[in-house]
């Protein structure tokens, strides 16, 4: 079965500092990956994704990710972050291929940011 | 509406109670999940339908949680005799295919006391 490490469980950041959130997934078939996040009292809004093609995803608000096959990674990444970007954000993933469980996503713990003014 | 509603969007049980949480996807959206979120945690996969067919239930916990979904739109997870253990927040997601994504209801909090 797969499954996905979020390695940061929490982040505190200054306004326009960078932004980098690990993910790292185990499955060795052919995967589609989301960043998700969830603003404190609202439902989970995604991201962004990746089905295939180019590897570098960019998404909603400036955010974009890197998936790079070798690592099993899928970093969420944006240059310069905004109080408003304070929220919690969840990686998932969705196995493909008969042992990959089909339709469903498997998420990380998710990582708690924090962003000062 | 535009998105997935759930109801309600909180509850509390005693311990023992049957309880009844409702999802109304995206109209046309052909597949539904289901999942359960602790405090501090992901979200955690309990069962999927595609139309009113539910392909998948590995991830529900025990024969006390059941799914239904009979005319293939509207959505109920039953969790009979609740226990403390049960208190999340139960998700209710719905998707048109899965390169569109997957939409995400506002949640139901279960609190179990």
């Known amino acids: 079965a797969q499954s996905v490490s979020q390695h940061n469980h929490h982040v505190i950041l200054s306004e326009a500092a960078s932004l980098e959130l690990g993910c790292n997934y185990s499955?060795?078939?052919?995967?589609?990956l989301f960043w998700y996040v969830q603003y404190p009292g609202q439902h989970l809004q995604l991201l962004l994704k990746?089905?295939?093609?180019?590897?570098l995803v960019k998404g909603i608000k400036g955010f974009e990710a890197e998936f790079i096959k070798s690592k099993f990674s899928f970093n969420l990444r944006k240059p310069s972050v905004q109080w408003s970007d304070t929220a919690e954000y969840f990686c998932a993933v969705n196995a493909m291929g008969s042992g990959g469980g089909g339709n469903k996503l498997t998420f990380g713990t998710g990582t708690q940011l924090k962003v000062e003014l | 509406g535009a998105g997935v509603s759930q109801s309600p969007r909180y509850k509390v049980a005693k311990r023992g109670q049957d309880v009844a949480l409702r999802c109304d996807p995206i109209s046309g959206h052909v597949s539904l999940f289901w999942y359960q979120q602790a405090l501090g945690q992901g979200p955690e996969f309990l069962t999927y339908?595609?139309?009113?067919?539910?392909?998948?239930k590995s991830g529900l916990p025990s024969d006390r949680f059941f799914a239904e979904r009979p005319e293939g739109s509207v959505s109920t997870l039953k969790i009979q005799r609740t226990q403390q253990e049960d208190s999340a927040v139960y998700l209710c997601?719905?998707?048109?295919?899965?390169?569109?994504?997957?939409?995400f209801g506002s949640g139901t909090r279960l609190t179990v006391v």
């Open positions: 339908f595609q139309n009113e067919a539910q392909l998948d």
């Open positions: 499955y060795g078939g052919t995967v589609n």
């Open positions: 997601a719905s998707s048109f295919d899965r390169r569109r994504g997957y939409t």
């Open positions: 990746y089905f295939s093609g180019d590897p």
